[in-house]
């Protein structure tokens, strides 16, 4: 390793969140309270690691229109943020519609981060970085496939950890199952959602998930499960389960990248897998007494 920080690279967005307490009426009003909040999963992970200690950096691409914001918004959080302004496209902007479970439904325009790639990378951001933290959103567009790949190549040849979030069910399944893990291999560790693990690994049962895609990728597999915690496997050992708190749910946007954060900051810190996955869950379950993704 060459140094202690982390560098988490992938998207920012701006979040529009409407929470309501029924269901969505078609064709006339649902009353909703709505807030602007700053997100993306790339840079919800940044702030709760920063959050949680890690020295963190950000790259990231933004439209003009709220870079300044964004840098304002990440700064209070502890990330140091490498923004690079789009002039052609706007920040991404989420529509995340959170039901009176805090159950969150999101609507996702790309826009600048769809364009994030390797015109964008400085070899210097390696400098005093001990992991690298990529978002999966990055493999849903060409130029971040390619950003992902080269960034893979750097970390290996410079003794880095690597860690990826497969980040989304539905754009996942577009890509294909067998085309994310060719994109992935080289990893480390990699942090699915349950429906994630299903995804890629065939299997029902998270624990089996999470064997198989340890298996399959050589990576430490921590799989998210929500309310119910985590369960982690390494290639040929299942490591256990970690529980998680109870809690009353506001709003579950970003969970999964507290708990990614969380964890990360916890590994950096010296703590074991299982350890660092208390820790995460504990994060996560505070994360979603919280309206919007990241820490308050």
């Known amino acids: 390793m060459t140094g202690s920080g982390l560098l988490v690279v992938g998207d920012l967005a701006t ?25 993306g999963s790339a840079a919800n992970v940044a702030a709760w690691a920063a959050d949680r200690g890690a020295a963190t950096t950000l790259l990231a691409r933004v439209g003009a229109e709220s870079a300044a914001w964004h840098r304002a918004e990440l700064e209070r959080t502890g990330v140091r943020p490498v923004l690079r302004i789009d002039p052609d496209r706007p920040t991404t902007l989420v529509v995340c519609l959170v039901d009176a479970s805090g159950e969150r439904t999101m609507l996702n325009d790309r826009g600048a981060s769809g364009a994030l790639g390797l015109a964008d990378w400085d070899d210097a951001l390696l400098d005093g970085v001990a992991w690298l933290h990529l978002s999966g959103y990055l493999l849903f567009s060409a130029p971040g496939r390619e950003l992902t790949q080269a960034l893979l190549a750097r970390a ?22 067998a085309t994310f893990l060719d994109l992935a291999a080289g990893v480390d560790l990699l942090l699915p959602n349950l429906d994630e693990a299903r995804l890629l690994s065939g299997a029902t049962a998270a624990d089996q998930a999470a064997r198989r895609l340890a298996d399959r990728t050589g990576a430490l597999v921590a799989v998210k499960l929500g309310p119910l915690g985590a369960t982690l496997a390494e290639p040929g050992h299942f490591l256990g389960r970690v529980p998680s708190p109870q809690v009353t749910a506001v709003d579950t946007t970003g969970a999964g990248d507290a708990f990614a954060g969380a964890y990360l900051a916890a ?30």
Do not use: F, K, Q, W
Request: positive net charge; hydrophobic residues 45%; contains cysteine.
């Open 156 to 177: 290996r040849a410079a003794g880095i950890g690597a860690s990826l979030d497969p980040a989304s069910a539905g754009p996942l399944a577009v890509l294909g199952p």
């Open 267 to 296: 590994r950096l810190a010296g703590a074991t897998p299982l350890h660092a996955a208390e820790r995460a869950c504990a994060t996560a379950a505070h994360s979603v007494t919280l309206r919007g993704a990241r820490p308050r």
């Open 15 to 39: 979040d529009v969140v409407a929470a309501h307490d029924r269901p969505l009426a078609p064709a006339t009003d649902t009353p909703a309270r709505i807030a602007l909040l700053p997100g």
